[in-house]
């Protein structure tokens, strides 16, 4: 079961239903501000395959699927041979180093990149119009109302470092 701070679940209920994405939400007291979600039924769970991860991914179940596109990152400083030991073996890796950006709208732009890898490059190139614009008319809205900018931590640690976008990051 999921629940917004701000918006009640019917309202989430019927825009992600307008989408075409649906989720289960039951007027029930007691449950009627919650959706539950659910990402397949068992038959498509069936099909998920799990791969491994880092430096222990399974090849052979990953050349048997003969995926069209892998998705990755790289960190630096960090053991990246499982990638490089996928791309020996022909398959097609794509390295989005999204969590390089340092501005927000630079960020959202790898929207367009997904969308277009999909080939929902209207549907992204909206959404994206959408959230510059609310971006940019809040960034108006709070200038110069903070004398000095906020440092705020975000991310999680991974193998106890804790990784974070660049120092310039807006």
């Not at 959408?130 to 193998?159: C, D, F, W």
Request: proline share 5%.
């Amino acid at each position: 079961f999921a629940k917004h701070n701000s918006v009640d679940a019917e309202t989430i209920f019927n825009a992600l239903k307008a989408e075409g994405i649906f989720v289960r939400y039951f007027k029930a007291p007691r449950i009627n501000e919650y959706l539950r979600i659910t990402i397949g039924t068992d038959e498509e769970m069936g099909k998920v395959v799990d791969v491994g991860y880092d430096q222990s991914l399974n090849y052979e179940q990953i050349l048997l699927l003969k995926p069209d596109l892998i998705l990755a990152y790289r960190v630096s400083g960090q053991d990246n041979s499982a990638l490089d030991r996928l791309e020996k073996l022909g398959l097609p890796v794509f390295v989005i180093p999204d969590f390089l950006e340092e501005h927000p709208l630079g960020k959202l732009e790898y929207l367009r990149l997904f969308g277009a890898l999909v080939g929902k490059e209207h549907r992204a190139d909206s959404i994206f119009q959408a959230r510059s614009q609310a971006y940019n008319e809040l960034k108006a809205q709070v200038a110069g109302q903070v004398s000095t900018p906020k440092k705020i931590l975000i991310n999680l640690p991974y193998k106890e470092t804790w990784y974070i976008p660049g120092s310039h990051n807006n």
